[in-house]
């Protein structure tokens, strides 16, 4: 897969396909952290040519459809005040001019979400090279993020891009042992992630709903609590790999909303109660000169005395002596909710592309790089 860093760029025209996917209420932008993560990039490529339009969606707009809340006029404008330069916002792609424009939401355009070869080719045809910089989009086969990116004379991975897949492809490499932690309500929708990291890892710590629906499979009365039973024979045969964390402590309530909890061992979980939150012992996967993967809290973090497992995990994995990658919109926000992200080894800017990659699946936008 070819580097941003490896592509000539002197005065040539260069399209760049970020995700500037922010909150933005009331035309103010709540959260800049994706802007400021794709700024290295833009002026990475402003200092060999002054030809650059970046291509983004913003929001779920009915393709054909202008809709001003979903344009990226706002972000458009905290361009400008941190470049210091102007920025056009055009709205067809014909209109893309000399100098730095920013495309309108890409997804006000028909066929970007069914891979139009016609969007594909106007997109690729209207620039020297193509830079494909959204990691958290490469699990879309769409016009911006597939097509164009085959289509284009020339087209590579941007840094943010290419930094992602050589650090996850690093951790899945076995080069180094690895210890993953994975959490969330359900095992179901982290089947295919449990699975490829218990092929490639030393030990797998579960949490989080997860974690109920393991420990039921492991016969514990796990009281009230919410779990799968259709995942339970799945979870045993992954429990019969020896790779398996359970927890032996859990925080109990009635309900999540009780404001009352208990700290019990696994065993002693009472039939009206529920497991919301776990402790974590960080001896179980304190390893020296190991990698480490996270994705997914521990328990109910959002509320304070369901958030111990996960503000524990935290701490542990920001003073741990080994890489830490971590990654998914509920891991993220833990992290800044209880850290700093730069306390991280690194920290994926993806949700679903990241979960999918750490599953094994090929991801359509890193296997349309490896083509050109």
Not at 45 to 64: F, V, W
Request: charged share 25%.
């Amino acid at each position: 897969m070819k580097s941003l860093k490896d592509v000539e760029l002197t005065n040539k025209s260069v399209g760049l396909r970020v995700d500037l996917n922010v909150p933005i209420d009331n035309g103010e932008i709540v959260s800049s952290d994706r802007l400021s993560a794709v700024l290295p990039t833009i002026i990475f490529i402003l200092e060999k040519t002054e030809n650059l339009c970046l291509i983004s969606h913003l929001g779920r707009p009915k393709e054909g459809h202008f809709d001003e809340s979903l344009s990226l006029d706002p972000i458009r404008i905290w361009f400008e005040k941190r470049l210091n330069r102007n920025i056009s916002l055009i709205n067809s792609i014909d209109k893309v001019n000399k100098g730095l424009n920013i495309l309108e939401n890409i997804r006000f355009f028909e066929g970007e979400s069914s891979n139009s070869d016609n969007l594909a080719n106007l997109l690729a045809n209207k620039f020297d090279i193509y830079v494909m910089e959204a990691f958290a989009t490469a699990h879309r086969k769409s016009a911006s993020t597939y097509g164009a990116i085959l289509q284009a004379k020339e087209s590579c991975a941007g840094l943010l891009f290419h930094q992602e897949v050589h650090k996850l492809n690093l951790a899945l490499s076995m080069t180094k042992p690895l210890i993953s932690i994975v959490g969330g309500s359900k095992v179901s929708t982290k089947l295919a992630v449990l699975k490829n990291l218990l092929d490639k890892s030393k030990k797998v710590l579960v949490g989080g709903g997860i974690a109920n629906t393991f420990l039921k499979a492991a016969g514990f009365d796990i009281g009230n609590s919410i779990y799968e039973e259709s995942m339970l024979s799945i979870c045993e045969k992954m429990l019969n790999t020896d790779k398996v964390i359970l927890p032996e402590r859990v925080i109990i309530s009635e309900s999540p909303s009780s404001g009352e909890s208990f700290f019990v061992d696994v065993s002693d979980v009472r039939s009206e109660m529920m497991i919301l939150d776990l402790e974590f012992k960080k001896e179980s996967i304190s390893f020296v000169n190991h990698m480490f993967i996270w994705n997914g809290p521990l328990g109910i973090f959002e509320i304070d005395i369901f958030s111990k497992g996960t503000r524990d995990l935290v701490k542990f994995l920001e003073e741990i002596q080994g890489e830490v990658i971590a990654g998914g919109g509920e891991t993220i926000y833990a992290i800044n909710k209880f850290s700093n992200q730069k306390k991280f080894s690194y920290v994926s800017t993806a949700g679903g592309a990241f979960i999918e990659f750490i599953s094994g699946k090929k991801l359509p936008s890193v296997v349309a790089l490896g083509v050109k």
